[in-house]
């Protein structure tokens, strides 16, 4: 168990908190940019950062042991390898720093290309390899450092879609074969449900809401919350002046077939459509704000259509 306590990452403000993450289970820290996501990262492995707070790994503090010398292994968003390493070389680094023996290192090496899909890529340099082919390099030596905490600072967030895709579940597979504290940084909503076992929401350096990812999907702490987990945006409205809220995803033509036991409607002003198929976004006004509906397939629908528009009312989220 890792914890941090009286954690303050932005130190102007009064934002302090504590968590907790478990060996075993990958927590996904989610956020937008400038939400402290790296300086929560930066605080746990020892490095500069404006964070403060205390970290401990079951119950012992991190605080005298330097980064070095920290069972805390840590992988970028940017692809850091050493240039000048083969692909070997880089992985095999943290071992030799540990003066492991030479069949040790040959074995691990070999056991962490064969689970990343690169064991024919060891002879080369970072210089000849792919972004993807990188990344799994720079995720392979922070395997290999065998660390009690192992920190993913949204490492695939410079791939294109479909590797990162791909890299997501081959990640979540290998990740859950260890008793590591994994812990991955993002700032897409659909990061929580790929990997996370667990979610811990950041906003501006403040801890709002922790738990699974379908228990904060389902009933989220505040307007904040419910954003954060929400691709596209949420869409806000007042009734009986209480602020309340709809998914993108929960909102419906009012004739396109289905029922509800209780239904809320809407009237929307079409500005922009767009579609790839499989999927369709309708952007409009209502009552005065932007709202966007996603729904599967294609739709019957124009910009400049007025259309009526509804969601089940169980789905009408009030704050």
């Given amino acids: 168990m890792l914890s941090v306590n009286n954690v303050c990452l932005f130190p102007d403000e009064d934002n302090e ?69 083969s692909v070997f070389e880089n992985i095999a680094s943290p071992l030799r720093a540990r003066k492991t023996a030479a069949s040790v290192i040959s074995k691990t090496v070999s056991e962490l290309a064969e689970k990343l899909r690169i064991q024919e890529l060891l002879d080369r340099l970072p210089s000849e390899l792919s972004g993807g082919q990188q990344q799994r390099v720079a995720i ?10 192992l920190l993913l600072d949204e490492p695939l967030v410079n791939l294109d879609f479909k590797l990162r895709e791909a890299l997501e579940v081959e990640l979540r597979e290998l990740l859950h074969a260890s008793n590591t504290v994994v812990i991955y940084t993002s700032s897409d909503p659909r990061d929580a449900f790929t990997l996370g076992d667990r979610l811990l929401l950041l906003a501006k350096g403040e801890k709002i809401q922790s738990g699974s990812p379908l228990e904060i999907y389902e009933y989220p702490s505040s307007i904040a919350a419910m954003a954060l987990l929400a691709d596209p ?32 409607e809407f009237a929307m002003r079409v500005t922009a459509y767009e579609t790839n198929g499989d999927e369709s976004f309708v952007h409009g006004q209502v009552e005065g704000a ?11 629908v124009n910009v400049g259509q007025a259309l009526q528009i509804r969601a089940a009312a169980h789905d009408v989220v009030r704050f």
């Fill in 140 to 149: 392979a030596r922070a395997l290999a450092q065998q660390a009690q905490v």
């Fill in 17 to 85: 908190f504590s968590h907790s993450f478990a060996a075993g289970e990958i927590s996904v820290v989610l956020g937008a940019n400038q939400s402290g996501k790296t300086d929560l990262c930066r605080l746990i492995a020892g490095l500069n950062t404006r964070a403060q707070g205390e970290v401990s790994l079951d119950g012992k503090s991190l605080r005298e042991l330097s980064p070095r010398t920290r069972p805390v292994s840590m992988v970028y968003q940017a692809f850091v390898n050493y240039p000048n390493l």
């Fill in 233 to 264: 945006d949420i869409n806000r409205f007042y009734r009986d002046e209480k602020l309340c809220a709809l998914r993108p995803e929960h909102i419906g033509l009012s004739d396109d077939g289905h029922t509800f036991e209780a239904s809320i």
């Fill in 290 to 300: 932007e709202w966007v509906m996603r729904r599967r397939g294609m739709l019957p």
